[in-house]
């Protein structure tokens, strides 16, 4: 057999063996399939929303430079929580600490708690951890986690701006009621998940 022919046919062969691999990659599941489902996760549970939002809410109410800090430290750790979920490692109570940061943060916002900087992020950062580990967790086996990751952390980044948004009403006597009012409505929100009342 000339040269040629068998580098000719080594080379299909090689190429043949290589096609299926290029496949999957590009298959979409991966990366379109793990971004989608990393934006929809955290906006189809309430529990998700009330807690971001309240971040949002909250950061507002502090003023700047909170109204920022704020909402980068809370993605930042929830990255990491997910990454906790996503290698198994245990991490208790994550529902219960869910619950509980709508609880504790629609709080702050309705008796206008103004507590140091440090400690606010502290707060914000020690619940983003369980609600990061719950993504994580909840991984689909199919995506991409990188995009997904990519997807939720963007999500939370859009609730944490709505919040800021409803927060800027502050400036007014009757802004600030309707602010203070909407942080008892997620505290609120959050005992009902803490019961399993909804």
């Not at 971004?35 to 996760?41: L, M, R, S």
């Amino acid at each position: 057999m000339p040269a040629r022919t068998l580098a000719l046919l080594l080379a299909l062969a090689l190429d043949c063996l290589a096609a299926p691999q290029v496949a999957l990659a590009h298959s979409g599941d991966g990366y379109g399939g793990g971004f989608v489902a990393g934006v929809t996760h955290p906006i189809l549970g309430w529990d998700h929303v009330a807690a971001m939002v309240a971040v949002g809410l909250w950061g507002a109410f502090l003023g700047a430079p909170a109204i920022w800090i704020l909402p980068v430290v809370f993605p930042l750790v929830m990255a990491f929580g997910a990454v906790l979920g996503i290698l198994g490692i245990p991490v208790p109570a994550v529902e219960t600490g869910i619950a509980l940061s709508a609880v504790v943060l629609g709080l702050m916002i309705v008796f206008a708690v103004r507590p140091p900087l440090w400690v606010a992020a502290v707060i914000v950062g020690a619940f983003a951890i369980f609600h990061g580990y719950a993504h994580g967790t909840e991984l689909p086996a199919t995506v991409n986690a990188f995009a997904y990751a990519v997807g939720f952390v963007i999500s939370t980044g859009l609730l944490h701006l709505i919040g800021i948004a409803f927060g800027l009403l502050v400036k007014w006597p009757a802004g600030r009621l309707a602010v203070r009012g909407a942080g008892g409505v997620i505290s609120l929100a959050g005992v009902a998940f803490l019961t399993g009342a909804v």
